[in-house]
């Protein structure tokens, strides 16, 4: 037997043990088997698959209040009303310039990102539409359940939503939810991103991971997978000047525009485009492989 199909029953027996539930995490599999034939399979390669998991090593940060979403499942984490700081003053040209404080009311933030087992339910009811089934190399199949749904364009996000009985949350929302009130770089904190922490590129993993994965590298309210993995959509138009001259309270973005805002960086992004400040655009009737999204609702 050969060393590449030593790791790949390796892996499988792994995904069997760490699951805690004798459920196989089979995109593991899957993902070992294509590196295999692609000949890119190794031992880093498995470590930082595992590191995904940070096994036996709990989230240091609990949520202050969660709730199940009965339309879909999702668990839906507090994040309280008050004060925190937006943005970045690295560069007076970028987008993300310049820091300013923003007070938002409480609102209650997605746990994960939409997985394809939570968006099928919603197109089996007519309310959603496909995930452009001929291009989505996850959607429908049971592996990949746990998985970020992607390729859904900004309307189909918004739609999701909807459906569910949530909305697209502001960029203010998705920053404050991110970062918390302390102003930080990433959503762990301000030490370097690693592959312990997020799936980026210097993971190696090339592909989005289940929803679930990176307990420690969860925001300050608990929310997981805001660095890394796939980009989000968001409620707001993007306005790369906006920032110079948006409201103190609950800010919604430019009036009108041509592009959408994303944020949260993905599983091909570099350290330096995970943080919590940094500000992605598109055109919101485009869907792609590497964006997904979270919904938001508004607190009583």
Not at 117 to 137: H, I, W
Request: hydrophobic residues 35%; proline residues 7%; negative net charge.
């Amino acid at each position: 037997m050969t060393l590449k199909k030593i790791l790949i029953w390796f892996i499988l027996f792994i995904s069997i043990v760490i699951s805690g539930f004798l459920v196989w995490n089979l995109d593991i599999v899957l993902r070992a088997s294509h590196a295999a034939q692609e000949g890119n399979l190794s031992t880093l390669l498995l470590r930082y698959e595992l590191a995904s998991f940070d096994i036996g090593r709990p989230s240091p940060n609990i949520p202050l209040d969660m709730k199940i979403s009965k339309t879909d499942g999702m668990t839906q984490v507090y994040v309280p009303e008050g004060e925190f700081i937006m943005g970045d003053n690295g560069d007076p040209t970028a987008k993300e310039y310049p820091v300013h404080p923003v007070y938002l009311d409480a609102f209650w933030m997605d746990k994960v990102e939409v997985t394809n087992a939570m968006y099928e339910p919603c197109v089996n009811s007519g309310a959603c539409f496909p995930p452009v089934p001929r291009l989505n190399p996850y959607y429908g199949k049971w592996a990949y359940r746990d998985l970020p749904v992607v390729y859904v364009n900004w309307y189909g996000a918004q739609k999701y939503c909807a459906w569910a009985g949530r909305r697209l949350p502001t960029e203010a929302e998705w920053e404050k939810a991110a970062r918390g009130t302390e102003a930080l770089y990433y959503t762990w904190g301000n030490s370097r991103a690693n592959p312990r922490l997020a799936n980026f590129a210097e993971s190696l993993i090339g592909e989005p991971l289940p929803a679930y994965r990176y307990p420690l590298g969860a925001s300050p309210y608990g929310v997981l997978n805001m660095g890394g993995n796939v980009r989000e959509w968001v409620a707001d138009w993007f306005d790369g000047k906006y920032y110079l001259s948006s409201p103190y309270e609950n800010p919604q973005g430019a009036e009108t525009g041509t592009e959408r805002s994303l944020r949260g960086g993905a599983y091909d992004a570099n350290a330096t485009d995970i943080t919590t400040f940094r500000r992605y655009k598109h055109e919101p009737d485009s869907a792609g492989l590497s964006r997904g999204f979270r919904c938001a609702e508004s607190a009583e």
